[in-house]
């Protein structure tokens, strides 16, 4: 093969270690921001940078997923419950969420993340929003079945010192990367601009910025108690955070602060549905008084059906169907509270 056919990199662009596959060659170019962030800011446990020729594409792109989901839900959750924020931990594998929670004490916070999908989580990428200690190593290693799992990265705004050495062999391959600002998420969600590359285009667009007020939109079905709104909201806020950072179709369903299954790339509606929870279910979880997240309108009543079928009690889905009358009264019937707000306005599609 001539050497004309070899890429030359320009100078102004990081190297990256490969792409999404070892066979692809790829690059990195910083931009200027405040963003607290902002991929450029995280550094490796020796000061280096995180992005570099140790680097590759993926690993990349599953930390912004990650902080996607970490600034979504914190923004939700101050929207929909006060200002004072839980200990909140996610993992991303090859794109998309496989574990979520929140909650008062880190160590089950990232105990309850590893177990939403075990099988998923392996190898994936986790991010912390609490110093990782070796509390919560020893946490990960219980949820493991007593060995502390591989992880590709573990994200953290602090380490606690000679952590590293605490995993281990398992730690081989790991990227320990560090921010301070995931100790204090941001009130507003990244605005900059999302940019994408499709042969001889390159396409922009404004990042998402809606996030639902749950109380402030529409809402289809049974009063709840004070308590029992109060609960819905905090999962749907993170039920919310999943979804809108997963590659679409998508449906996420969440229990007592907990993603229990995730159901992403589907073509169907329905599809989604059934799937997340059979993922639930495989993975051991009980999906009664759950609540899901759809990142866009149920176009019949089935994919409510399901839901009803598997215990979720409510459901956050935008409107826009010629159906929505159907799938409203259907909801009501089968006693779902189901919120919605315009497809227009809040949906959700993502990694197209």
């Known amino acids: 093969m001539a050497s004309s056919s070899i890429p030359v990199w320009d100078s102004m662009k990081i190297k ?11 690059s ?18 020796d000061g280096r940078p995180f992005v570099g020729e140790e680097t590759s594409w993926i690993s990349i792109t599953d930390l912004g997923r990650l902080l996607q989901v970490v600034e979504r839900f914190a923004s939700a959750y101050r929207k929909n419950i006060g200002p004072d924020l839980p200990y909140m931990s996610a993992i991303v594998k090859h794109g998309s969420p496989c574990g979520a929670a929140f909650g008062p004490n880190p160590a089950q916070v990232v105990y309850d993340t590893w177990q939403g999908d ?18 919560i190593i020893d946490s990960l290693a219980q949820a493991n079945g007593g060995k502390m799992p591989f992880l590709s990265a573990i994200a953290a705004p602090s380490f606690e010192k000679g952590v590293t ?32 590359s499709v042969r001889d ?10 996030v639902p007020v749950f109380s402030h939109i529409d809402y289809h079905g049974p009063v709840f108690s004070k308590k ?72 019949f009543p089935d994919g409510v059906e399901a839901l009803a079928e598997g215990g979720v009690r409510a459901i956050y889905a935008t409107s826009g169907s010629v159906r929505d009358a159907l799938v409203f009264a259907r909801a009501k019937e089968l006693g779902i509270g189901m919120f919605t707000v315009s497809d227009k306005v809040g949906r959700m599609f993502a990694g197209h």
């Open 16 to 26: 990256l270690k490969y792409g999404e596959n070892p066979h692809q060659k790829a």
């Open 228 to 299: 029992g709104a109060q609960e819905i909201y905090a999962d749907m806020s993170l039920a919310y955070a999943v979804c809108s950072a997963s590659t679409s179709n998508t449906v996420s369903i969440v229990r007592a602060g907990k993603l229990i299954g995730n159901a992403v790339g589907q073509q169907k509606r329905v599809g989604s549905a059934r799937l997340a929870l059979r993922l639930a279910k495989e993975s051991g979880h009980d999906a009664k008084d759950s609540v899901a997240v759809s990142d866009s309108y149920f176009p």
């Open 118 to 135: 075990p099988q998923a989580a392996f190898g994936g990428s986790l991010i912390v929003t609490f110093p990782f200690t070796s509390k």
């Open 165 to 196: 050495q605490m995993i281990g062999a398992k730690s081989k391959g790991t990227h320990f990367i560090c921010n301070k600002a995931l100790g204090k998420i941001p009130a507003e969600i990244s605005s900059l601009p999302e940019i994408k």
């Open 201 to 210: 285009l390159t396409l922009e667009q404004t990042a998402p910025q809606f």
């Open 28 to 45: 990195a170019v910083s931009k200027t921001t405040k963003d607290p962030l902002a991929i450029a800011r995280f550094k490796r446990e």
